[in-house]
């Protein structure tokens, strides 16, 4: 026959552990959800839209080192950073570039609507409005588990 104390003790301890096993599960759905969230978790479409979002970030910022890596590994093989950075052009300033649209018609690529507000290059700009609007289409291809911009080489 087992002891009042005993039987306290093991009372006590399968409750701690059944405790500890719960956080323990909860740590690593936790964990798992951040995982996801900081890979693009989600829909294809989410991810794109991020992934185009934060390259029309750099472009606008300047940053042009930063705006080539979401290149394909392919295209990136092929043209290097300065021939990347003279494709860009400079008569045309882009203030602003969102997705606003992205459908994925297979599991490996995504079309992309790129809205744009523009001006044009100060010895340009008398002859054209402050401010221009438009869309773009890109395609994000992905590959090696992750979405990139296709450029025509």
Known sequence: MMNAGVAQ????????????ARLTGLGVAVALLAGCASFGGG???AAVKARANARWAALIKGDQNAAYQYNTPGFRATVPPEKF???????????????V??????ADKCDVQIRLAATAAA????NF???VVTYIDETW????GQWWIFEKL
């Open 9 to 20: 003790d093991r009372l006590r301890n399968s409750g701690r552990g059944a405790w500890v």
């Open 43 to 45: 829909s294809p479409e």
């Open 85 to 99: 950075v003279e494709r860009r052009g400079k008569d045309v300033r882009v203030l602003e570039g969102e997705a």
């Open 101 to 106: 649209k992205v459908t994925c018609p297979t």
């Open 123 to 126: 010895m340009f700009r008398q």
């Open 129 to 131: 409005p402050k401010q």
């Open 141 to 144: 291809l992905l590959e090696d």
